[in-house]
């Protein structure tokens, strides 16, 4: 069972209230007063004797404090061992302030609940509790907490809240801004501090402002020194957060200490350096190697963020002389300055020495060989028709077509061809005469060779 209550109560004791019960069974309340006007005085009762202990209750058991805030507290506890005969009525709860000397009932009627919550009390109050049941016999002795309440303000455990981008290396350039934005929590306002590298930040170079949600690391002009681990500590009362954040500090790194021409040979150039002194708070990415020749004074870039400290250059060109130099580079980008090589690589012609070797002559002559042979073919008389082969042969071979065995040269119905190894023999008009087994032959110095095939002319059928 749980009550709430919100308004002062009466400044009449339990004793009256029990002399008022013993008339009758009093009306539901849930709600009495906290801080008002005390109720109008009643009549004077009749003094009665003291009614035996059998008859009022027992003192309510573990009264426990369950919750505190800045406004309100809400108390609990156990139903007495004994409720008394004469019938049960509920408790009243009563509280002492600080400095009083009067117990000040909470609520004006007994209420039949085993927990209540006093709301609107003021921030600082310090004052004792105690509860009584109350029976129609009257009220039984009180059970008093030990310890006295303090209504104060709600303690919020301070918590920080690191950005994203600052859980990891916070890096800027020398000369930029630093601002870091830390929001935290807390109630009431903590306490903030930030210290570099475990020593207090140093007020003429960092200028700190906290509000009432975040604090704000501000260095107008960023220098190497600035680098290092910045630890924020909030704290309220016995309690404390932490969060770090690392900062890096970098700048352009120094050109190679030295650089030195180890060997020229052929359109190759072998170059060694040294890395620098100081790389500018930053791990170096590589190095950029540039070529310049003496002609015109322009220089090219041959290698991008390299590694070693040794390389060799090649493809340079013939009769030129080279110089060459190499740059640091680091997240704030290349050197200022370059190591420049000293001497000038010479690319010298090499010395050509002629050796003329035997003209070997290929025999390119060859005996007549056919690499596509006649074929057999069938035509329709009236249209020319052609024959067509092709010959291999070295010299040029003489080609002679034959008609069944004869040859057929000079006779004006037959035109032959021969180029670029293509023979060709066309038929002009043929008729049926003209069937038969045409040959053609071809012969050089080196021999001959021959291929046949058989024409067929149709004779147009007749209706």
């Known amino acids: 069972m749980t009550g709430e209550v919100t308004k002062e109560p009466s400044a009449d004791g339990p004793e009256e209230k029990a002399s008022e019960l013993a008339k009758g069974p009093p009306e539901p309340s849930e709600e009495v007063a906290a801080s008002g006007s005390p109720r109008e005085e009643q009549a004077p009762q009749a003094t009665k004797p003291a009614p035996p202990s059998e008859d009022v209750p027992s003192a309510p058991l573990l009264l426990t404090l369950e919750d505190v805030s800045d406004s309100s507290m809400t108390v609990s506890w156990e139903p007495p061992e004994r409720l008394g005969r004469l019938g049960f009525q509920g408790y009243v709860l009563e509280l002492l302030r600080e400095g009083a000397l009067e117990w000040v009932p909470v609520n004006a009627r007994p209420m039949m609940v085993t927990q209540q919550t006093v709301r609107n009390l003021a921030l600082g109050d310090k004052f004792l509790l105690r509860v009584a049941a109350v029976s129609l016999a009257g009220a039984g002795p009180p059970a008093v907490m030990d310890q006295p309440v303090h209504i104060r303000e709600t303690i919020e455990p301070p918590k920080i809240r690191v950005p994203r981008h600052l859980r990891q290396t916070y890096i800027r350039q020398v000369g930029e801004t630093v601002n870091l934005q830390i929001p935290f929590q807390g109630n009431p306002k903590p306490q903030a501090s930030w210290t570099h590298n475990g020593h207090a930040v140093d007020s003429q170079r960092v200028s700190v402002r906290t509000g009432q949600q975040d604090s704000i690391l501000f260095i107008r002009s960023a220098q190497r020194s600035d680098s290092g681990c910045y630890e924020l500590t909030v704290r309220l009362e016995d309690q404390e957060a932490k969060a770090t954040v690392h900062i890096l500090v970098t700048e352009r790194p120094e ?156 006779n004006p119905k037959y035109r032959a061809l021969s180029e670029q190894g293509v023979c060709t023999l066309e038929i002009r008009k043929p008729s049926p005469f003209d069937s038969g087994v045409y040959t053609c032959k071809a012969t050089n110095a080196l021999g001959e060779a021959s291929v046949d095939c058989r024409l067929e002319v149709k004779a147009s059928a007749t209706h």
């Open 255 to 410: 050109p190679p200490s030295t650089i030195r021409l180890l060997d020229v040979w052929g359109c190759n150039a072998a170059l060694q350096w040294t890395p620098p002194q100081d790389t500018g708070n930053a791990e170096l990415l590589g190095y950029t190697v540039q070529k310049a020749d003496r002609k015109t004074g322009k220089w090219f870039t041959v290698l991008e963020r390299y590694h070693p400290t040794t390389c060799t250059i090649s493809d340079l060109i013939v009769g030129n002389s080279y110089s060459f130099r190499v740059f640091s580079e680091n997240l704030c980008g290349l050197s200022a300055s370059a190591a420049v090589t000293k001497e000038l690589a010479h690319i010298q012609k090499a010395e050509i020495t002629d050796k003329p070797k035997g003209f070997v002559e290929r025999d390119f002559l060859e005996a007549p060989s056919f690499t596509q042979p006649l074929a057999d073919h069938t035509t329709t008389p009236g249209y020319s028709t052609q024959l067509f082969c092709s010959v291999r042969a070295s010299p040029k071979p003489k080609i002679i077509w034959m008609k069944n065995k004869v040859a057929i040269e000079g």
